[in-house]
């Protein structure tokens, strides 16, 4: 039972990566599926959260600049959830990990990815 992460890299600015984040041994649309990421010397944040409770997504812990360039969709059959990441900026070069939670937000989560690198430069 696992999240498999993939898709990071290296992007320039303005540039777009889509992550990918697929289930292993469950059934994900079962789960509400954050992203989060981690950059040196900061504080993990929260980058997306698609709910199961109501289907809507949402930005717990999210900077504001994430909020409009930061979106998650999802293919079920696939067992699979995405983090479409648009017109990026040096200030998302991070690690980012999905998450497998009831709810959005509560902080209490059951599975993780092994996290990807995100690099933004020129």
Request: with cysteine.
């Amino acid at each position: 039972v696992q999240l498999v992460q993939s898709g990071g890299g290296l992007v320039q600015p303005g540039g777009s990566l889509t992550l990918s984040c697929t289930a292993s041994g469950f059934t994900m649309n079962y789960y509400s599926i954050s992203w989060f990421r981690l950059a040196p010397g900061k504080e993990r944040e929260g980058a997306s959260c698609l709910s199961r409770t109501d289907g809507h997504i949402y930005y717990p812990d999210a900077p504001d600049s994430v909020k409009g360039r930061f979106t998650i969709s999802e293919d079920v059959a696939k067992n699979t959830v995405y983090l479409q990441m648009n017109n990026l900026k040096p200030e998302d070069t991070a690690v980012y990990y999905c998450a497998a939670s009831g709810l959005c937000g509560a902080g209490l989560y059951d599975y993780w990815g092994q996290g990807t690198q995100v690099t933004v430069s020129s």
